[in-house]
């Protein structure tokens, strides 16, 4: 089984991030082969820095990495050192119909917040299923809000296999129930673009400071509680073990117990669990030959795997 997810170097990772996509992923690898990479393309379409677009593509890396990639296991690369992809996106660009691009929620929401409304941000789906196809790709976890793109991936691939032959395995998403919307500090999706984040590797302070800002309702100190409607404990019951979110769920029920004094549970709960990832990203910090070793063997491996799929797919459309 071939287990394949991708994130976009658009900005500093959130814990939304983690538990929608890169926690899921990192666990599969126990599961079968798995393909990760950097969608640095993709960023394109936002970010037209280029220093920046560098820096944040190294701070994926490093992310991963911390929080428990295992090059030994996992193919890690940039997306853009697989031209193929590329290449496979034309192909595929070929039978995909407008509808089903100017259907894509995506696409509306970006070029409503201001994002260029370019050609590169509309086919953004296009890439999107090249990057999955072109490596056979069986599983993509995601956070839900990319499921939509895992489905016009289907579709596309259908399409090319209906009228070329069977070259493409169509994919499935893998969608975390449980993780599928991690709520940010105002209580809507997190997500960078609200700025309702909070990072995985922020300073004490700034994460301290965003947990405080977690927006509550009004219910007086001593009146019981509900844990599920609260944005704190949503984000604490992502963190703590089973028996820390009974116990603090009790306390809600019970009244007698703020909100600030469940913001400090989770901050500390937070910065615990994250101790040891933040240890591992300081000492990669020191090894970027180290890690860009590892990129470089990704993109390797990947290549060999893209080549092989686009070259089936220039033969059965006569592009021999
Ligand atoms: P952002 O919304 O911050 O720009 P991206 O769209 O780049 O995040 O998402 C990268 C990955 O993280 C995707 O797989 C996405 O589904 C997942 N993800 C992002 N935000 C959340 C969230 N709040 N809950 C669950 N998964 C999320
Ligand atoms: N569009 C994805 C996001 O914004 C990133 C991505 C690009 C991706 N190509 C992919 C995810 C292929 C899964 C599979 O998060």
Redesign the pocket.
Known sequence: MRILSG??P?GKL?L??Y???MKPALALQAEGEVYLFIANYHALTTVTDPALLRRQTLDVALDFLACGLDPARTVFFRQSEIPEVTELSWLLSTVTPMGLLERCHSYKDKTARGIPATHALFAYPVLMAADILAYQSNVVP?????KQHVEVTRDIATKFNNQFGPIFTIPTPSIRDD????PGIDGQ?????YDN?IELFGTEKETRARVMRIVTDSTPLEAPKNPDACNVFALYRLLATPTQAGALADRYRAGGMGYGEAKKALFSVLWETLAPYRQRRQELEQDLAGVEAVLAQGAERARGAARKTLSAARLAMGLD
């Open positions: 994130i976009q658009s959130h939304g991030n538990f929608g996509m995601v956070g839900r809000d990319q993780v599928a919307v991690v999706k997190m997500s960078k673009s984040h």
